[in-house]
C-alpha cells in the first residue's frame, strides 16, 4: 500500500509566484489534512477536511487555499508565495471518529525566494 | 479547545538510560492521544495511542506511555534507549467530538554512545 503521496517532495518558488501541492491516500479515509512544520513550532494545522467536497480552516489559513473535489485527494494551493511560507507541509489521513491516528506522507520541502 | 505542552525541546541520555519524555494536555472533553517519532527527513510515524480501556499503553520499538486524568499527562518512556531511537518526538490529543488532531512542539532526543 501507498498510504499518503505528497507531490511534489521540494519545490523551490520565487515570491509571489503560485503552486498546488498534490496529497492523494489510498486507505479509503474521510478526514484529511494539511500540516507544516516550522523548527521549534511543532506542527500547525493549515485546513482541513471531513469529507469530499468539505473544506475548513485550521490554526494557520491565510495565505492558502485547499480542494476536496475527490475523497482521494487533498489539494493545498499557494495563490502568491510569500518567504514566510518556507516550511515543510504535510498531508495526513484518518478515518472518521475521534480514536483513529492520523497517517502521514513523507512530506513537501518548499523554499520561498 | 485542546492543547498540548511538551516539556523540554531537547533531551539527552545515555545508550541503555532510561527514556522519559514528557507531556501534558488540556481537553475540555475525554481526550485521545498519541505519540508519533519523527527521523531526519521522514513524515510521521506512530509510536503508541491511548483511546480507552488501559490506561498503560505499549507501543511499537519498546516504548509505552501512561495516561493519567488527574494530572493530565501522557509521559513516554523507554527503559533503555539505543542509538536508533534518536528522533523527534511529537506528542497529540484530539477531544471527543473532535475532527483535529492538535500537536505538541516536539521534543528532540539524542542518544550518546
Known amino acids: 500500500n501507498a498510504g499518503v503521496t505528497q507531490t511534489p517532495k521540494f519545490r523551490v518558488l520565487k515570491t509571489g509566484q503560485s503552486m498546488t501541492l498534490l496529497c492523494a491516500q489510498d486507505?479509503?479515509?474521510?478526514?484529511m489534512y494539511w500540516y507544516r512544520q516550522d523548527p521549534g513550532m511543532g506542527l500547525r494545522l493549515i485546513h482541513y477536511?471531513?469529507?469530499?467536497?468539505?473544506?475548513a480552516k485550521g490554526e494557520v489559513p491565510d495565505g492558502y487555499n485547499v480542494s476536496r473535489l475527490k475523497k482521494q485527494n487533498f489539494l493545498l494551493g499557494l495563490e502568491s508565495a510569500a518567504p514566510s511560507q518556507t516550511s515543510v507541509y504535510f498531508c495526513a489521513s484518518s478515518f472518521s471518529g475521534t480514536k483513529g491516528e492520523a497517517f502521514f506522507g513523507q512530506g513537501t520541502r518548499l523554499t520561498v525566494v | 479547545a485542546q492543547s498540548v505542552t511538551q516539556l523540554g525541546s531537547h533531551v539527552s541520555v545515555s545508550e541503555g538510560a532510561l527514556v522519559l519524555l514528557r507531556c501534558n494536555y488540556s481537553s475540555s472533553v475525554p481526550p485521545y492521544l498519541f505519540w508519533y517519532v519523527q527521523y531526519p527527513n521522514q513524515g510521521l510515524q506512530l509510536l503508541l495511542k491511548?483511546?480507552?480501556?488501559?490506561?498503560l499503553v505499549k507501543g511499537i520499538n519498546g516504548f509505552e506511555a501512561e495516561f493519567k486524568k488527574s494530572e493530565t499527562s501522557f509521559h513516554l518512556t523507554k527503559p533503555s534507549a539505543h542509538m536508533s531511537d534518536a528522533a523527534e518526538y511529537f506528542c497529540a490529543v484530539r477531544g471527543s467530538g473532535y475532527s483535529t488532531l492538535t500537536f505538541g512542539k516536539g521534543t528532540m532526543l539524542l542518544v550518546s554512545p
Open positions: 477536511s471531513v469529507g469530499e467536497g468539505t473544506t
Open positions: 486507505m479509503n479515509h474521510e478526514y
Open positions: 491511548y483511546t480507552t480501556g488501559a490506561t
